[in-house]
């Protein structure tokens, strides 16, 4: 998953004085404001229309999905979701692009500069996930090599993870290239013989892994929760150098592991202000890695639409989503 912590980002962005380069869903672009606050006025506020980062990765898409399910279905909302890499998407509050991200994980450099420095922007409380980030082997590297789980033995084992792409050194396999991570760092400041790899995807992740496991090919890789896959391949992971506080302060000098992560909402201060009720919604919105998972599962593996999922999901659980809705 995407972190980003003391100022540390990776990823490159291209910006325009015309908007953010990147398309959204259902042909919509960042660039086209339309924001719900636009569409009310006076009195009780209408919903109008939301617009709604979808960062890439299918739990966030869970959110997400839910979300415009309840609002346009009960408050009749018009939800514009705009595929967007997370630090695009908090660009998207200063220019009244993105009204709101679902699952924000950590990136407190950002809450600095958006919440705290330009004031565009505002925490709307968590999510109900918790967040879990770290290093995974699959299950049966753990039961044939015990000791593997160990960050220390690592290098022990460093000539089975060996790649065509990893330059004679063990490959650690990341994801998406523009997930943050601290892996680099961990691998050079642990003194690990091993060089860091990404399969371009979570979808592409998950297959390494599952791979991994029925093909008994060694794999040491970056995974997270909440995620849908550890329902059915239940990865272990390896215990790194315990996480304290500040201990991944400075970003080049990382040496220790994840911190655990609650998940959260942030929304731009003007859909805050606005009196929409999606503003309401989201604020609201809260449920647990099981749900998420759930949801998630019927997307990636079931092979429905996020639409259907996310409605057979609100039909199953009308006591959840009613918390959510504004009074009266």
């Known amino acids: 998953m995407s972190v980003t912590r003391s100022g540390k980002v990776r990823a490159v962005v291209l910006v325009t004085g015309a908007g953010l380069l990147l398309t959204a869903c259902g042909g919509a672009k960042v660039g086209q404001v339309d924001t719900a606050a636009s569409s009310s006025a006076g009195g009780a506020k209408s919903c109008g229309t939301v617009n709604l980062a979808v960062n890439p990765w299918v739990g966030y898409e869970a959110n997400a999905a839910v979300i415009a399910q309840v609002a346009e279905k009960q408050l009749g909302c018009k939800v514009v979701k705009k595929d967007l890499k997370e630090e695009v998407a908090w660009q998207g509050f200063a220019t009244g692009e993105v009204d709101a991200v679902v699952e924000n994980w950590a990136h407190d450099d950002l809450k600095k500069k958006y919440i705290d420095d330009q004031k565009v922007a505002v925490n709307a409380g968590p999510t109900g996930n918790k967040g879990v980030i770290g290093w995974y082997v699959a299950p049966w590297m753990a039961k044939k090599y015990p000791d593997i789980t160990d960050w220390k033995n690592l290098n022990k084992y460093a000539s089975l993870f060996k790649t065509s792409e990893s330059d004679g050194k063990g490959q650690f396999l990341d994801g998406d290239p523009s997930f943050v991570t601290n892996d680099a760092a961990l691998v050079k400041n642990l003194k690990l013989d091993y060089k860091v790899v990404y399969a371009g995807s979570e979808t592409a992740l998950i297959t390494a892994f599952r791979q991994s496991e029925k093909q008994q ?103 959840k989503v009613k918390a959510w809705l504004p009074a009266g």
Request: one cysteine or more; proline letters at 7%; glycine letters at 2%.
């Open 217 to 319: 090919q060694p794999i040491l890789g970056y995974f997270y929760e909440p995620q849908w896959f550890l329902s059915e391949l239940r990865l272990v992971k390896v215990n790194l150098p315990a996480y304290t506080k500040g201990c991944d302060a400075d970003a080049a000098k990382v040496a220790c592991d994840y911190p655990p992560y609650e998940l959260d909402k942030i929304v731009s201060k003007k859909f805050a202000d606005s009196g929409s009720p999606a503003y309401t919604l989201v604020k609201n919105f809260t449920w647990t890695n099981d749900d998420q998972n759930l949801v998630a599962k019927y997307i990636a593996e079931d092979k429905m639409t996020a639409d259907e999922a996310a409605a057979k999901w609100v039909a199953d659980n009308p006591d």
